[in-house]
């Protein structure tokens, strides 16, 4: 999930569509039925490794936390760390074929030279259930935390700490190629900067530092992993920031856009309605995230952004979903199942007009620490971690609707969203909206 900051003006930081795309031409009109997604089609749930393990060892974020900076403390999370057969069970029972994790640095790394072998036997049994439960692994290399050590010697603004982080990471790769997962090097590449920003790792001055170290590490991790896997499926997502998407994420685009096989989209929010501020989770003084505007066919937007860019690329969308405070009822009655059944239908209209979508991930399987805060809840199933010492795992509507969503295909014929759409234009930058748009 990304950061609490809103990102306008940060300039530091398939091939069978493409003659659709280019043309801006869409190839479905009104009253037309959305077909199905195949077999094929990729249904996911999406988690990290911090967010979610507890048991945090020495890191920027433990650091972090105990300042006093945050809201909440972090205690365990949701003790995934202890919980995980139970949570890959609640994935394979909803019948999705991937299952997103992350392989944490601080974790395996304590010091400069030293890799803990037990934490690798950790994610060596993580994946191989995911494997035997019948999902693909997806690996999350670096979701926004590295060890305390690093910290030390500067973290992202440090010269060295792209060879740092590939000793690691070469590690990671090297143990798990095998498995055949799909791969995601860094989790929202820009919102990872915001990130360092508001927590005091960089400066604004040192951030297109970090810009570039992430490109570096991006593109030669990127070739290990080919080296060892010529068919190997490798992206970092982009946290798609409506109204604001070119000035934020396509300085690190157009440096690693050489070396993505499939472009990984997350989607969350639309910009805020009186101001067209493009909106990031609560930045200080503005909406918490559950106060945010959401608008499900922004989904098509950001799809239809990269197809357009990326015409010969697949697109997967990463990350997706609905928050709520502290699992009450959104004030806007919007619910978790309206809002799945609603998104799912626009990836069908964006694959309908020849985009080419084969994937989506829910975030995620559980509520976990959202940077600072419990509060917001994201989870199919809802989890009160500052409330509930045994940490029950309770599903949330969305997990009848993703369920039945998955083994449908998507939406039935007909369905029609129970969120009005608003045009184009109140949630993207006007000149990526055309006359054509769905809405």
């Known amino acids: 999930m990304r950061t609490r900051t809103q990102w306008r003006g940060l300039a530091a930081l398939s091939a069978a569509a493409a003659l659709l795309m280019a043309s801006g031409v869409s190839a479905a009109h009104p009253g037309e039925e959305w077909p199905a997604f195949g077999a094929d089609f990729l249904w996911g749930v999406a988690?990290?490794?911090?967010?979610?393990?507890?048991?945090?060892?020495?890191?920027?974020?433990?650091?972090?936390?105990?300042?006093?900076?945050?809201?909440?403390?972090?205690?365990?999370?949701?003790?995934?760390?202890?919980?995980?057969i139970g949570d890959i069970d609640l994935a394979a029972r909803l019948g999705v074929r991937v299952y997103?994790?992350?392989?944490?640095?601080?974790?395996?790394?304590?010091?400069?030279?030293?890799?803990?072998?037990?934490?690798?036997?950790?994610?060596?049994?993580?994946?191989?259930?995911?494997?035997?439960?019948?999902?693909?692994?997806?690996?999350?290399?670096?979701?926004?935390?590295?060890?305390?050590?690093?910290?030390?010697?500067g973290g992202w603004r440090d010269p060295g700490m792209v060879a740092d982080w590939l000793a690691n990471m070469r590690k990671v790769v090297h143990r798990y190629a095998s498995r055949d997962p799909l791969w995601v090097t860094f989790n929202e590449p820009a919102a990872y900067v915001g990130t360092e920003l508001r927590t005091g790792g960089i400066s604004v001055e040192e951030a297109p530092v970090m810009v570039e170290h992430i490109a570096r590490a991006h593109n030669e991790i990127y070739d290990v992993i080919h080296r060892l896997r010529p068919d190997a499926l490798v992206t970092s997502n982009l946290g798609y920031v409506a109204?604001?998407?070119?000035?934020?994420?396509?300085?690190?685009?157009?440096?690693?856009?050489?070396?993505?096989?499939?472009?990984?989209?997350?989607?969350?929010?639309?910009?805020?309605p009186r101001t067209g501020e493009s909106a990031q989770g609560g930045a200080s003084g503005g909406p918490p995230m559950w106060g945010l505007p959401v608008h499900p066919?922004?989904?098509?937007y950001a799809l239809r952004h990269y197809a357009r860019q990326f015409p010969d690329r697949p697109l997967y969308v990463v990350e997706n979903g609905l928050p709520t405070e502290n699992g009450q009822v959104r004030p806007d009655g919007y619910t978790r199942a309206d809002h799945l059944r609603d998104t799912v239908y626009w990836l069908q209209r964006a694959k309908a007009d020849g985009m080419n979508v084969i994937g989506y991930n829910y975030w995620s399987l559980t509520d976990n620490y959202e940077w600072g805060s419990y509060a917001p809840r994201f989870g199919l199933y809802t989890v009160d971690v500052l409330t509930d010492a045994a940490l029950a795992r309770r599903p949330t509507d969305g997990v009848d609707a993703y369920g039945r969503l998955i083994r449908a295909g998507g939406v039935a014929s007909g369905y029609r969203p129970t969120r009005v759409p608003v045009p184009c234009v109140q949630i993207d930058a006007p000149e990526a909206c055309t006359g054509d748009d769905p809405a």
């Open 297 to 300: 066919e922004g989904i098509y």
């Open 100 to 153: 997103r994790v992350g392989i944490e640095w601080a974790r395996l790394q304590p010091a400069p030279y030293a890799w803990d072998e037990a934490a690798f036997g950790f994610y060596d049994d993580v994946i191989a259930r995911i494997v035997a439960a019948g999902m693909r692994p997806m690996l999350t290399l670096d979701h926004w935390v590295y060890p305390g050590w690093a910290s030390d010697r």
């Open 47 to 84: 988690s990290s490794g911090f967010q979610s393990e507890g048991r945090a060892p020495d890191s920027n974020w433990s650091r972090y936390i105990a300042s006093g900076a945050t809201a909440d403390p972090y205690r365990d999370s949701v003790d995934f760390a202890r919980r995980y």
């Open 243 to 272: 109204g604001a998407e070119r000035e934020v994420n396509q300085p690190i685009v157009d440096r690693i856009s050489a070396k993505l096989d499939f472009i990984g989209v997350d989607y969350y929010f639309a910009p805020l």
